[in-house]
């Protein structure tokens, strides 16, 4: 028997309604009631156009307010007590204090930080090697694990009662450990295991009450490099979670299972998920491993792109398996389709050509059904279908406007020394200090400054044809004089542009550059009601015309101060594209490292002498597999040093990371050689840079001491504090002062007290020095 079904589903809307009900709660415009309101509605939507798309269980459990792993936090009674929480805290208000932090106000409404009871929010990295970022749980000698939420049962009880069959969708126990960090240093979080299983097992009899048919269990980590103690705890772990009274299916995806391969399919589960897409070599050996009895679910269409799948391909692979094995076979998208927008194939704003190439989730739950009626009744039963999915991938490969010989041949012609700057870095550094003179401890900001109201008018305005073009470029120069202003009234050192006039640090260059389209509405969530509309990168890439030049003149012009030029790196806009597969990434990444090179040339000849180029994506492209990572390292690595490259030393480069651990790819981050590296450091307390210490970071380093993504607003003593932490292990002469990512979501009366507290402590620093 074949079944269909998805492992998870985009939860924000077609229309992003979840962020503005989140955004409007938050600003006490709404009520709990009805943002829950908002939430049981999009959920009903969703499970209809599973339904709709005949698959054979609606996913219950995908869908969070803010992020699927804080779920798992207060459903497992885990919350951490530093919060304080107290029995009057509701669970939702608990939830986004987790996710935003607390913080007490003065009686001006502004918040200040920890010494007045404030608490940062849980550390938040990214998900694998995914452009979503998820909330680290936090364990401790006093954790203990309980079954603390109902809103999971009230979530298939919704989903019942619509007359939905129900697969839940959980992350397993290990990988919830493993995603997890000791905060304590008397603790293997591994040692939480059997506390924690014990809420496992009564929540899955509670499913079944509740009626659920499936459980899928959600083990990602079963693609890492697992230390034997973890995968000699999968099998303890699932001989308890086997005797669940329904049936568990074991989902992996992201990378191949490897070593593990074996394991997985003899753990007593009654069925097992993979992902074919990125481990389709697996596929067979998987098939010959696992037993008859239980079902195999094969991932067949990409959850992390938006190409539109090769069905004949996909049958080619799938008729063997299906004619050989005495089990259910079940057909899902690789993985989770929260990576990928709700619909494209309709969106207006891709032209008809290019948009046939394409398919959001809604379309890939129509080709397993596709593929489904395919093996069941014969390719002859969807002939249709397939000459249609046929035609439109013959169209992309022939298509003239996917391949550009010049842009091919240039970077066929990239020489041996085109990735090194002129000199080393100390020479570099002195003749930068020569020529900007900064003082120590120089602050600066990442760059972007708050995206008011005003500015996304006069942009949306603009976008509608309601504003002409030489007006928009007036309101966006008005808005650069003023943060120009509000940064040389709060004494920062180095100043930027503030950004006014870009609607993504991805999107504003893409939108640029040949080789890209975009989408109206092509949201994906990147975290809590922060979205993003990722370029669709689909042909060779090259640079038109200057970008930034402009704007960042005209800042420069406006004070005697250094302003830096500010651009995204290569491995980035990779990253946070989709990107076609149609030729190494490596090669796309050089394409766009070239139009990044030229840009930063002509910022330079036109007299902006700091360029900060943004790479906070490179940690989050490893493979997941430790053996793959020297290859990608090594194109990645050059790809930036080709963009960064071709200036004179006296400019002084800047890159900023975020968001990641980088403590086990050090020789690379410094082999990129940047003059300065901003890093996110402070939702770690500094953890974080103690690595950069110990591997004796040769150039400038600016740790984050301001987390951007908190209402919270640190006092300069909470600065000083993560400031002499940082020179512990970092010469102070290499230390920058700066928040830890840009500050364009937050609002401008919190800014001017986190910058102007930033400020004061780098006087202190200096007067202490």
């Not at 869908?63 to 207060?74: E, G, K, L, M, P």
């Not at 129900?166 to 990988?175: H, M, R, T």
């Not at 704007?551 to 946070?576: F, N, Y």
Request: glycine share 8%; with cysteine.
């Amino acid at each position: 028997m074949i079944k269909t079904h998805t492992l998870g589903y985009p939860r924000i809307g077609l229309q992003r309604e979840l962020k503005f009900a989140l955004e409007r709660h938050w600003r006490g415009e709404i009520d709990a009631g009805a943002l829950e309101t908002v939430g049981a509605g999009l959920r009903a939507r969703h499970w209809a156009e599973q339904a709709d798309a005949g698959l054979d269980f609606v996913t219950v459990g995908d869908f969070a307010f803010y992020d699927h792993v804080a779920n798992h936090i207060q459903l497992f009674g885990c919350e951490p007590a530093r919060f304080g929480f107290g029995d009057g805290d509701t669970a939702l208000a608990r939830y986004f204090t987790l996710a935003r932090g607390v913080a007490h106000e003065h009686a001006h409404g502004v918040c200040c930080g920890a010494a007045a009871g404030g608490a940062a929010a849980l550390e938040m990295t990214k998900w694998f090697d995914t452009n979503y970022h998820y909330l680290v749980p936090e364990f401790d000698a006093s954790t203990r694990f309980t079954l603390a939420s109902s809103r999971l049962l009230g979530e298939v009880a919704q989903a019942r009662s619509l007359g939905h069959r129900v697969k839940v969708a959980l992350i397993g126990p290990l990988s919830f450990l493993w995603l997890g960090k000791e905060k304590s240093a008397d603790i293997d979080r591994l040692d939480l295991l059997e506390d924690l299983l014990t809420p496992y097992c009564a929540l899955l009899a509670q499913l079944k009450q509740a009626g659920a048919d499936w459980v899928q269990l959600d083990e990602p980590i079963l693609g890492l490099d697992l230390p034997g103690a973890w995968i000699l705890a999968f099998e303890r772990a699932y001989r308890t979670l086997g005797t669940a009274p329904l049936p568990l299916l074991l989902a992996t995806y992201f990378s191949p299972l490897e070593e593990n391969l074996s394991m997985a399919c003899k753990l007593p589960v009654a069925g097992l998920h993979v992902d074919a897409v990125r481990a389709g070599h697996e596929l067979q050996s998987i098939a010959d491993w696992l037993p008859g009895t239980k079902v195999l679910s094969v991932g067949i269409v990409d959850g992390r792109n938006i190409w539109r799948a090769d069905l004949d391909a996909a049958l080619a692979r799938l008729q063997p398996l299906a004619a050989r094995r005495r089990g259910e076979l079940w057909l899902a998208p690789s993985c989770s389709l929260l990576h990928v927008p709700l619909r494209l194939r309709e969106d207006a704003a891709i032209d008809p050509e290019l948009r046939g190439w394409l398919a959001g989730a809604r379309e890939k739950l129509d080709e397993l059904k596709v593929l489904r009626r395919a093996l069941a009744d014969g390719e002859g039963s969807v002939s249709l279908e397939l000459r249609e999915a046929r035609a439109a991938l013959d169209a992309r490969r022939s298509s003239e406007r996917v391949r550009r010989p010049a842009v091919a041949a240039r970077v066929a012609a990239l020489g041996p020394g085109a990735d090194r700057r002129a000199s080393p870095y100390p020479v570099r550094a002195a003749a930068q200090q020569a020529r900007f003179k900064l003082p120590p401890y120089p602050t600066t900001t990442i760059g972007s400054f708050p995206q008011t109201a005003q500015i996304r008018a006069a942009r949306a305005a603009f976008k509608r044809g309601e504003l002409a073009a030489a007006d928009y470029e007036a309101a966006m120069r008005r808005e650069i004089a003023a943060a120009v202003r509000e940064q040389e009234a709060l004494g920062l050192d180095v100043l930027v542009h503030g950004e006014a006039e870009r609607n993504d640090m991805v999107e504003y260059f893409g939108e640029q550059l040949d080789g890209f389209a975009f989408s109206a509405d092509g949201w994906v969530q990147s975290y809590g009601s922060r979205c993003v509309k990722p370029p669709v990168l689909f042909g060779d890439v090259a640079r038109p015309a200057a970008m930034t030049v402009a704007w960042s003149t005209h800042a420069q012009s406006l004070t005697a101060r250094p302003m830096k030029g500010m651009l995204t790196g290569p491995v980035t806009i990779l990253q946070w594209s989709f990107v076609r597969d149609d030729q190494p990434r490596s090669t796309t990444a050089l394409q766009i490292a070239l139009a990044i090179r030229d840009e930063a040339v002509d910022l330079e000849a036109a007299g902006i002498g700091i360029i900060q180029v943004d790479e906070p994506a490179l940690r989050e492209g490893l493979p997941l597999r430790r053996a793959a990572w020297p290859a990608y390292l090594d194109w990645a690595t050059r790809a930036f040093r080709v963009a960064a490259s071709g200036v004179r030393d006296d400019t002084q480069l800047h890159t900023h990371m975020c968001y990641a651990e980088f403590n086990d790819i050090l020789p690379q981050i410094a082999a990129l050689d940047a003059d300065v590296i901003t890093i996110e450091t402070s939702r770690s307390d500094m953890e974080l840079l103690r690595g950069f210490g110990a591997y004796a970071y040769p150039n400038a380093i600016g740790p984050g001491v301001y987390d951007i993504h908190s209402p919270r607003v640190p006092s300069a003593r909470d600065i000083l504090r993560l400031m002499h932490k940082a020179a512990d292990v970092i010469p102070a002469r290499q230390l920058w002062v700066n928040p830890d990512c840009g500050l364009k979501t937050r609002g401008w009366a919190e800014t001017r007290v986190a910058l102007a507290n930033m400020v004061e402590a780098a006087r202190l620093l200096r007067a202490a020095a």
